[in-house]
């Protein structure tokens, strides 16, 4: 069984919703696995991650502060830093001489969709110690260390840093149309938090319309 990308978002909002994210978070949320996955990028399995995280309310930072966190253990939450990256409200700086940390961040691949627009030339992430170069119109990603590792990475101190030459590029799979079979777990776990978003049957809403009823089962 396969998932399509339409329906892997609008899954993805409801599970969001029902682990308990405000609507326009839980819209990033979507929108963000979706992007990654049409790049060939494991965005469901990081969503799926992040969220499982999010419910149990472990300790995160949803506001950017511009400075890390005194005990420089509770991660910042990668949909908001991205947003902020993306309105601005987190200023890249314009000399190539410098550079900006975000600190530490959970499940940093949720970063890649917001920053991959607004990273000024000459610029990178870096993950940990691993640089990840975001190249949009090509859809190319490079590397000097271990992508991979970077990527599914659950938290890990992220900068913005200037670059002056490219590492090797790591070159990105053609991506399917639709999510795989092999993601089917992480579904598992969307559609359990999309259940939570789900109003309760009573006998009132099925006597109205909602769900079997009586002249049903006939």
Same mark, same amino acid.
């Given at each position: 069984?396969?998932?399509?990308?339409? =329906?892997?978002?609008?899954?993805?909002l409801k599970a969001a919703r029902g682990a308990g994210m405000a609507w326009g978070l839980?819209?990033?949320?979507?929108?963000?696995?979706?992007?990654?996955?049409?790049?060939?990028?494991?965005?469901?399995?990081?969503l799926c991650r992040y969220l499982s995280a999010y419910q149990l309310q472990k300790p995160?930072?949803?506001?950017?502060?511009?400075?890390?966190?005194?005990?420089?253990?509770?991660?910042?939450?990668?949909?908001?830093?991205?947003?902020?990256?993306? %309105? =601005?409200?987190?200023?890249?700086?314009? %000399?190539?001489?410098?550079?900006?940390?975000?600190?530490?961040?959970?499940?940093?691949?949720?970063?890649?969709?917001?920053?991959?627009?607004?990273?000024?030339?000459?610029?990178?992430?870096?993950?940990?110690?691993?640089?990840?170069?975001?190249?949009?119109?090509?859809?190319?990603?490079?590397?000097?260390? %271990?992508?991979?590792?970077?990527?599914?990475?659950?938290?890990?101190?992220?900068?913005?840093?200037?670059?002056?030459?490219?590492?090797?590029?790591?070159?990105?799979?053609?991506?399917?149309?639709?999510?795989?079979?092999?993601?089917?777990?992480?579904?598992?776990?969307?559609?359990?938090?999309?259940?939570?978003?789900?109003?309760?049957?009573?006998?009132?809403?099925?006597?109205?319309?909602?769900?079997?009823?009586?002249?049903d089962d006939d």
């Open positions: 069984m396969s998932w399509s990308l339409g =329906e892997t978002r609008a899954l993805a839980a819209e990033e949320a979507s929108e963000a696995v979706v992007w990654l996955q049409s790049r060939g990028l494991p965005g469901v399995p990081a995160l930072l949803l506001k950017w502060t511009g400075i890390q966190h005194e005990d420089n253990t509770i991660p910042y939450c990668p949909l908001t830093i991205g947003t902020a990256i993306s %309105d =601005e409200a987190i200023t890249i700086p314009s %000399d190539v001489s410098t550079g900006i940390s975000l600190g530490l961040i959970r499940q940093p691949i949720l970063l890649l969709p917001f920053i991959s627009a607004s990273l000024p030339a000459g610029y990178g992430l870096y993950v940990g110690r691993t640089f990840i170069s975001v190249y949009l119109g090509t859809e190319k990603l490079s590397s000097y260390l %271990d992508l991979p590792k970077a990527l599914l990475a659950d938290e890990a101190e992220c900068f913005i840093r200037p670059t002056r030459k490219s590492p090797p590029n790591f070159k990105l799979k053609v991506p399917p149309l639709r999510v795989p079979d092999c993601y089917g777990g992480c579904i598992n776990v969307f559609n359990t938090f999309a259940g939570k978003t789900y109003a309760p049957s009573t006998e009132h809403s099925r006597s109205t319309g909602a769900g079997a009823n009586s002249i």
